[in-house]
């Protein structure tokens, strides 16, 4: 059974960061992209950042890009989100999700919060 | 970026009613669309992908269909289960944009 365990979130202050990680179990990690995906409240779905199986390709959303950093242990099947300056309208639930292939999120974890307030 | 746009974003039916779902993309993403359903408090779980294609353990009430810039998502009769939110989501091209969903209520 797959399963995904998020971690690290958690109330930080604007400007501050974060650091979540994702724990993987019941599949071959090294062989699935990774994905962490946000939700705010009473909103859609926002994907944030994708690597790759291998960890060589990584992509990110604008909003997003420059601040935060994906990455991969494929030796401890974990996944990471390196979260800095952060801003008021990065506070959501962050989930991960695996993609076996053409961005389809078929497994999801049950997501971290992350607030960021002063 | 694609923008995804759902319709309607909320409507009322009841159990073993068929509901339909529209999605429209900004441009055409051929068959590179995805939809979830999203229970209260819960992860979204993915229901079909590639438009059509049933996820695997996904009952066959749930039927997708479309390609280029419109889909829909059709339940042909509705489970209590299945009172909750749904969204489409484009794997064409980044950023991987969800439309804002639609949410499923009881009449």
């Known amino acids: 059974e797959?399963?995904?365990?998020?971690?690290?979130?958690?109330?930080?202050?604007?400007?501050?960061?974060?650091?979540?990680?994702?724990?993987?179990?019941?599949?071959?990690?090294?062989?699935?992209?990774?994905?962490?995906?946000?939700?705010?409240?009473?909103?859609?779905?926002?994907?944030?950042?994708s690597i790759s199986g291998s960890g060589g390709v990584k992509s990110y959303a604008d909003s997003v890009k420059g601040r935060f950093t994906i990455s991969r242990?494929?030796?401890?099947?974990?996944?990471?989100?390196?979260?800095n300056?952060?801003?008021?309208?990065?506070?959501?639930?962050?989930?991960?999700?695996t993609d076996p292939g053409g961005m389809v999120l078929d497994n999801w974890g049950q997501g971290t919060q992350v607030i960021v307030s002063s | 970026?694609?923008?995804?746009?759902q319709s309607p974003s909320s409507l009322s039916a009841s159990a073993g009613d068929r509901v339909t779902i529209t999605c429209r993309a900004s441009?055409?993403?051929?068959?590179?669309?995805?939809?979830?359903?999203q229970k209260p408090g819960k992860a979204p779980e993915v229901l079909i992908y590639s438009a059509s294609t049933l996820q695997s353990g996904v009952p066959p009430?749930?039927?997708?269909?479309?390609?280029?810039?419109?889909?829909?998502?059709?339940i042909g009769s509705l489970q209590p289960d299945d009172f909750a939110t749904y969204y489409c989501q484009?794997?064409?091209?980044?950023?991987?944009a969800f439309g804002q969903g639609t949410k499923l209520g009881i009449k």
């Open chain 1, 2 to 49: 797959v399963q995904l365990l998020e971690s690290g979130g958690g109330l930080e202050q604007p400007g501050g960061s974060l650091r979540l990680s994702c724990a993987a179990s019941g599949f071959a990690f090294s062989t699935y992209g990774m994905n962490w995906v946000r939700q705010s409240p009473g909103k859609g779905p926002e994907w944030v950042s």
């Open chain 1, 73 to 83: 242990d494929n030796g401890k099947d974990t996944l990471f989100l390196q979260m």
């Open chain 1, 85 to 97: 300056s952060l801003r008021v309208d990065d506070t959501a639930v962050y989930y991960c999700a």
């Open chain 2, 27 to 37: 441009q055409s993403i051929s068959s590179h669309l995805n939809w979830y359903r």
């Open chain 2, 1 to 5: 970026d694609i923008q995804m746009t």
């Open chain 2, 90 to 96: 484009q794997s064409y091209s980044i950023p991987y």
């Open chain 2, 61 to 74: 009430r749930f039927t997708g269909s479309g390609s280029g810039t419109e889909f829909t998502l059709t």
